[in-house]
Antibody, heavy 122, light 106 residues
Framework: QVHLQESGPGLVKPSETLSLTCIVS?????????WTWLRQAPVTGLEWIGE???????IYNPSLESRLIMSVDNSKNQFSLKVTSVTAADTAVYYC???????????????WGQGTLVIVSS | DIQMTQSPSSLSASVGDRVTITCRAS??????LNWYQQEPGKAPKLLIY???SLQSGVPSRFSGSLSGTDFTLTISSLQSEDFATYFC?????????FGQGTKLEI
């Protein structure tokens, strides 16, 4: 069974960079599929942040694009998220997930990590 | 961005009830619609993808459909473990967006 696990600091200071890693296990490898980051905050709800393909190609949410860096390390079966210049508005539970697609390019998130709370505060 | 609007925002029901949750997109999204279930303190779980396809391992009491511009998630006979929050999500265009959620309560 596919398992994803987020890791990273739970507290980040304003203006600094939020860094998270997602380790993939359970038989799945990052050499296929798209690998996605999402977040959830009480006010804004569920928000798609962006995704990275095993080739390294990225697709970002335009509202966050200028502050995002996503990457994948196929040798370690993990992928990463960096959000620069964070503010309190970036406080949320962050999830990593696997994206799957069909022949019509419809896609969905079929496996999720448990989520990790990141608080932005001095 | 495509806005996804779910109705109702909350719903009270009983075990054994048939329940329907509706999701409407601010523009046409064809069948690019997924449904997720989220229990408190847990990650969302995929139930339905591409509007009507049941995710592997999900009980058959869950179903999804498209009628005109409205997408519907139906639970045919509620079980106690179904009391949770349900979200729709469009994958028609970037950025992918979610509905605000429907909380299903006893």
């Amino acid at each position: 069974q596919v398992h994803l696990q987020e890791s990273g600091p739970g507290l980040v200071k304003p203006s600094e960079t939020l860094s998270l890693t997602c380790i993939v296990s359970g038989g799945a490898t990052t050499t296929s599929n798209w690998w996605t980051w999402l977040r959830q905050a009480p006010v804004t709800g569920l928000e798609w942040i962006g995704e990275v393909h095993h080739s390294g190609t990225t697709i970002y949410n335009p509202s966050l694009e200028s502050r995002l860096i996503m990457s994948v390390d196929n040798s370690k079966n993990q992928f990463s998220l960096k959000v620069t210049s964070v503010t309190a508005a970036d406080t949320a539970v962050y999830y990593c997930a696997r994206g799957s697609r069909d022949g019509y390019n419809r896609n969905w998130f079929d496996s999720w990590g448990q989520g990790t709370l990141v608080i932005v505060s001095s | 961005d495509i806005q996804m609007t779910q109705s109702p925002s909350s719903l009270s029901a009983s075990v054994g009830d048939r329940v329907t949750i509706t999701c409407r997109a601010s523009q046409s999204i064809s069948s690019y619609l997924n449904w997720y279930q989220q229990e408190p303190g847990k990650a969302p779980k995929l139930l339905i993808y591409a509007a009507s396809s049941l995710q592997s391992g999900v009980p058959s009491r869950f179903s999804g459909s498209l009628s005109g511009t409205d997408f519907t998630l139906t639970i045919s006979s509620l079980q106690s473990e179904d009391f949770a929050t349900y979200f729709c999500q469009q994958s028609y265009t970037i950025p992918y967006t979610f509905g605000q959620g429907t909380k299903l309560e006893i």
